[in-house]
């Protein structure tokens, strides 16, 4: 009944290992993309030496500082976005008014 008053409704065990899994996997595509991205503009693909240069290690702080910035305002927008179409969806105040 919380569901018909503005609470959330309250998920099952199997509903929340679910969100969980959908969750890990998300965060996993996250950082395969980060990866392959970085390291595709960052180093290249004749090793010169074992370790990092300077360029190489600054290009990749800025490119994964940049991906995160992204990925935060993108998350922002959609959230944004989300709610603007709840809030025009269930418009009005109630029942008749």
């Not at 065990?13 to 899994?21: G, L, Y």
């Not at 180093?43 to 290690?57: M, T, V």
């Not at 995160?68 to 008014?97: C, H, I, P, T, Y």
Request: charged content about 25%; proline content about 2%.
């Amino acid at each position: 009944m919380s569901f018909l008053f503005g609470g959330r409704p309250q998920l099952s065990s199997a509903e929340k290992v679910a969100n969980a899994e959908l969750e890990v996997e998300m965060v996993s595509d996250m950082l395969n993309r980060l990866v392959q991205s970085c390291s595709k503009k960052c180093i290249p693909s004749d090793y010169r030496e074992a370790d990092l240069n300077k360029g190489e290690s600054v290009c990749l702080d800025r490119c994964v500082s940049k991906f995160f910035d992204v990925n935060v305002k993108v998350s922002e927008k959609m959230q944004g976005d989300a709610a603007l179409r709840q809030g025009g969806a269930g418009g009005g105040a109630g029942f008749g008014m």
